[in-house]
């Protein structure tokens, strides 16, 4: 808690450009929004940026996840995999007349399943977070397969596609990634067990010293980052009209990417959930703005790669100057 | 005289407990084959096995830089894009630009060192975290894949090129008799020689490793480096064996090589491991694709038994290094 303490004071300390890396993208967001809206006017519609909005909802969700694994410490790759289990699963349950409601509450809970059973693995058998996840991530996406046998789920009742519609106006999706990222975000600022995943990802020993069970806050953070994939992927299955065998292939890139992009460090201890936000929230934007800029889709891979490269290397050069 | 009998009991307790693991593996591979030889009488024979070698060797090939990079603490997670990047550059300087194909073949397997050049720059001496930094290049070099060949692919080569993907020396497929050769410099490099001590005395203590002089900066360089022209290498005789060179080859190739590392004894950690646990972990990954395969198992399907594999392996270890 102390190294937390004298980091922020430093942070405040210094009032310079890269002081506060959600400050840096979302002025990131604005200027390419601004910049991209000159060049082409129908980007500053109020359907397109709704819809990019929307595109980012359900790996914002799964970044909040994310964000708290990672700043335990620790980094799930299996959340491309659970997508594509719990929205196999939503899927299966609503096509087979369970009622709706039931059928989303069965792939958060699988989810948060899963999740413990990384927890339990990572916490309790102490293998490493990356071996078990990738490990998972066979699993899983092995299993999928298995069982759906590479046929994908349609005919979908109408009440399934949640994510299609609005409250207020505004498109529900978009309301579950509010939600989420401020519930995640007071929790990790101001809860008791909040704070203890920056302690021990910031110094897991210091943190034992201090009282707190890692053991307990690796538990926790997985069976979390479990619910939250289990509810992005009933945002990402309610949204069009099929559900693929192989959903979620490469999502745990983009919500690392997010998460990383936005500042959580992946050396644990650091970052925030409204930075997983802003982060994802910058990708998503970057591949809407290439179409409307006529940049070969091709090259958008690329460029995003850069993104992650460059923010990284703003961290990297800014941690030099602190130390 | 002093430095050995310091060494020695050290090195000897190292190698018990390496034993111990390789003896693990070697005792599960020969279950592995005599229950896949009772369950398909097509699995145990020469043809067949012979046959394995070309389809595991580009995971191979990349398997063995892997090894050392883990062992010295770190991870590489372009491989997978680093070939793709190698196998579009050398359909693109052939076919699009029409230059000879042995120019082509250097051209595949100095892209490969690049960006492996650029991966060690990045790690070595900007110190950016391995694992965010081959990243954000895992999402370039792919990008780089997909802008340069705008996703069309290069086929038509030249009967006599075949020779290094479908070829013959002897008995033998070419790839496995150059796979073979490679895996005895990467033993003897890693077990015999002073480079291979400072690669796990880095991966045990990196900063007791700079105090003793150790050039830890030139060591990792050398090791990403190595890895991107092994990558160049696996493009090429990849290419010679499919006949094509797309930019979506190998996705995901680097989760079969790290767990085929992690498998072989190597500790995520770092400090540990060995060339020779890394092919039994190869062959135990390779042998029961196959044989579930051969008995019947959906293609996909298999990845399941693998992730199982992999958890239950260290898993074990875990609790057997325990006691």
């Given at each position: 808690?102390?190294?937390?303490?004298?980091?922020?004071?430093?942070?405040?300390?210094?009032?310079?450009?890269?002081?506060?890396?959600?400050?840096?993208?979302?002025?990131?967001?604005?200027?390419?929004?601004?910049?991209?809206?000159?060049?082409?006017?129908?980007?500053?519609?109020?359907?397109?940026?709704?819809?990019?909005?929307?595109?980012?909802?359900?790996?914002?969700?799964?970044?909040?996840?994310?964000?708290?694994?990672?700043?335990?410490?620790?980094?799930?790759?299996?959340?491309?995999?659970?997508?594509?289990?719990?929205?196999?699963?939503?899927?299966?349950?609503?096509?087979?007349?369970?009622?709706?409601?039931?059928?989303?509450?069965?792939?958060?809970?699988?989810?948060?399943?899963?999740?413990?059973?990384?927890?339990?693995?990572?916490?309790?058998?102490?293998?490493?977070?990356?071996?078990?996840?990738?490990?998972?991530?066979?699993?899983?996406?092995?299993?999928?397969?298995?069982?759906?046998?590479?046929?994908?789920?349609?005919?979908?009742?109408?009440?399934?596609?949640?994510?299609?519609?609005?409250?207020?106006?505004?498109?529900?999706?978009?309301?579950?990634?509010?939600?989420?990222?401020?519930?995640?975000?007071?929790?990790?600022?101001?809860?008791?067990?909040?704070?203890?995943?920056?302690?021990?990802?910031?110094?897991?020993?210091?943190?034992?010293?201090?009282?707190?069970?890692?053991?307990?806050?690796?538990?926790?953070?997985?069976?979390?980052?479990?619910?939250?994939?289990?509810?992005?992927?009933?945002?990402?299955?309610?949204?069009?009209?099929?559900?693929?065998?192989?959903?979620?292939?490469?999502?745990?890139?983009?919500?690392?990417?997010?998460?990383?992009?936005?500042?959580v460090s992946i050396l644990g201890g650091t970052?925030?959930?409204?930075?997983?936000?802003?982060?994802?929230?910058?990708?998503?934007?970057?591949?809407?703005?290439?179409?409307?800029?006529?940049?070969?889709?091709?090259?958008?891979?690329?460029?995003?790669?850069?993104?992650?490269?460059?923010?990284?290397?703003?961290?990297?050069?800014?941690?030099?100057?602190?130390? | 005289?002093?430095?050995?009998?310091?060494?020695?009991?050290?090195?000897?307790?190292?190698?018990?407990?390496?034993?111990?693991?390789?003896?693990?593996?070697?005792?599960?591979?020969?279950?592995?084959?005599?229950?896949?030889?009772?369950?398909?009488?097509?699995?145990?024979?020469?043809?067949?096995?012979?046959?394995?070698?070309?389809?595991?060797?580009?995971?191979?090939?990349?398997?063995?830089?892997?090894?050392?990079?883990?062992?010295?603490?770190?991870?590489?997670?372009?491989?997978?894009?680093?070939?793709?990047?190698?196998?579009?550059?050398?359909?693109?300087?052939?076919?699009?630009?029409?230059?000879?194909?042995?120019?082509?073949?250097?051209?595949?397997?100095?892209?490969?060192?690049?960006?492996?050049?650029?991966?060690?720059?990045?790690?070595?001496?900007?110190?950016?975290?391995?694992?965010?930094?081959?990243?954000?290049?895992?999402?370039?070099?792919?990008?780089?894949?997909?802008?340069?060949?705008?996703?069309?692919?290069?086929?038509?080569?030249?009967?006599?090129?075949?020779?290094?993907?479908?070829?013959?020396?002897?008995?033998?497929?070419?790839?496995?008799?150059?796979?073979?050769?490679?895996?005895?410099?990467?033993?003897?490099?890693?077990?015999r020689t002073g480079f291979g001590r400072w690669?796990?005395?880095?991966?045990?203590?990196?900063?007791?490793?700079?105090?003793?002089?150790?050039?830890?900066?030139?060591?990792?360089?050398?090791?990403?480096?190595?890895?991107?022209?092994?990558?160049?290498?696996?493009?090429?005789?990849?290419?010679?064996?499919?006949?094509?060179?797309?930019?979506?080859?190998?996705?995901?190739?680097?989760?079969?090589?790290?767990?085929?590392?992690?498998?072989?004894?190597?500790?995520?950690?770092?400090?540990?491991?060995?060339?020779?646990?890394?092919?039994?972990?190869?062959?135990?990954?390779?042998?029961?694709?196959?044989?579930?395969?051969?008995?019947?198992?959906?293609?996909?399907?298999?990845?399941?038994?693998?992730?199982?594999?992999?958890?239950?392996?260290?898993?074990?270890?875990?609790?057997?290094?325990?006691?």
């Amino acid at each position: 808690m102390a190294t937390q303490a004298g980091r922020l004071t430093q942070a405040h300390r210094q009032r310079g450009l890269f002081a506060q890396q959600e400050a840096v993208i979302a002025a990131a967001i604005l200027v390419m929004t601004f910049v991209v809206s000159l060049a082409n006017p129908d980007f500053f519609s109020a359907t397109n940026l709704l819809d990019i909005a929307v595109n980012t909802a359900y790996i914002a969700v799964a970044a909040a996840g994310m964000t708290m694994v990672i700043v335990s410490g620790n980094i799930d790759i299996s959340v491309g995999s659970m997508l594509g289990v719990c929205a196999t699963i939503a899927g299966e349950l609503a096509r087979n007349g369970t009622p709706i409601p039931i059928a989303f509450l069965a792939a958060v809970a699988a989810g948060g399943l899963i999740g413990a059973i990384n927890g339990a693995l990572v916490a309790y058998a102490r293998i490493p977070a990356i071996v078990v996840t990738l490990g998972m991530l066979s699993i899983l996406r092995g299993g999928l397969i298995l069982v759906t046998q590479g046929r994908w789920i349609e005919s979908l009742p109408e009440e399934f596609f949640f994510s299609q519609r609005s409250t207020l106006g505004v498109p529900n999706p978009i309301w579950v990634m509010i939600a989420v990222t401020i519930l995640v975000g007071l929790f990790m600022k101001y809860h008791r067990f909040g704070r203890a995943i920056y302690a021990v990802g910031g110094n897991a020993e210091a943190a034992r010293l201090a009282g707190i069970d890692p053991r307990r806050v690796y538990m926790f953070v997985f069976v979390m980052n479990g619910l939250l994939v289990g509810l992005a992927a009933v945002l990402y299955a309610s949204r069009f009209t099929a559900i693929q065998s192989n959903a979620g292939q490469g999502f745990e890139l983009a919500v690392i990417s997010g998460a990383v992009v936005g500042g959580v460090s992946i050396l644990g201890g650091t970052g925030t959930v409204i930075g997983a936000l802003l982060g994802s929230l910058l990708i998503s934007l970057i591949g809407t703005a290439s179409i409307f800029l006529k940049v070969s889709p091709f090259w958008l891979q690329a460029v995003q790669g850069g993104l992650i490269l460059l923010t990284v290397l703003v961290d990297v050069v800014r941690r030099r100057r602190r130390a | 005289m002093t430095e050995t009998t310091i060494a020695a009991p050290e090195r000897s307790r190292r190698a018990n407990l390496l034993r111990t693991q390789e003896g693990v593996l070697f005792v599960v591979l020969v279950a592995i084959i005599i229950g896949l030889s009772l369950l398909s009488d097509r699995f145990l024979t020469v043809n067949n096995l012979l046959n394995q070698t070309r389809l595991f060797t580009e995971t191979a090939l990349l398997a063995l830089p892997m090894t050392l990079i883990i062992i010295s603490g770190g991870i590489d997670l372009s491989v997978g894009s680093m070939l793709a990047w190698s196998a579009v550059m050398l359909g693109f300087s052939w076919q699009l630009v029409g230059l000879p194909l042995p120019l082509a073949v250097l051209i595949c397997l100095l892209t490969g060192l690049l960006g492996g050049v650029i991966n060690g720059l990045l790690i070595a001496y900007v110190r950016v975290p391995p694992l965010i930094a081959t990243l954000a290049t895992l999402a370039i070099y792919r990008g780089f894949s997909f802008g340069i060949s705008q996703a069309r692919s290069a086929r038509g080569f030249p009967e006599e090129f075949a020779f290094w993907g479908q070829g013959q020396v002897g008995p033998f497929p070419t790839q496995f008799v150059i796979l073979v050769v490679l895996i005895v410099i990467a033993h003897l490099v890693l077990s015999r020689t002073g480079f291979g001590r400072w690669v796990y005395a880095i991966g045990n203590n990196e900063v007791a490793a700079r105090y003793s002089g150790i050039p830890v900066e030139r060591v990792k360089f050398t090791l990403y480096a190595a890895s991107g022209l092994m990558a160049g290498l696996a493009a090429f005789i990849f290419t010679s064996r499919v006949t094509t060179t797309r930019a979506d080859a190998a996705t995901g190739l680097e989760l079969d090589v790290i767990a085929a590392v992690v498998l072989g004894g190597t500790s995520i950690f770092g400090g540990s491991g060995s060339i020779i646990g890394t092919v039994l972990g190869l062959l135990i990954i390779t042998l029961l694709r196959n044989g579930l395969l051969l008995t019947g198992v959906k293609g996909d399907a298999t990845f399941m038994v693998i992730g199982l594999v992999l958890i239950l392996a260290v898993l074990i270890n875990n609790l057997v290094r325990r006691r």
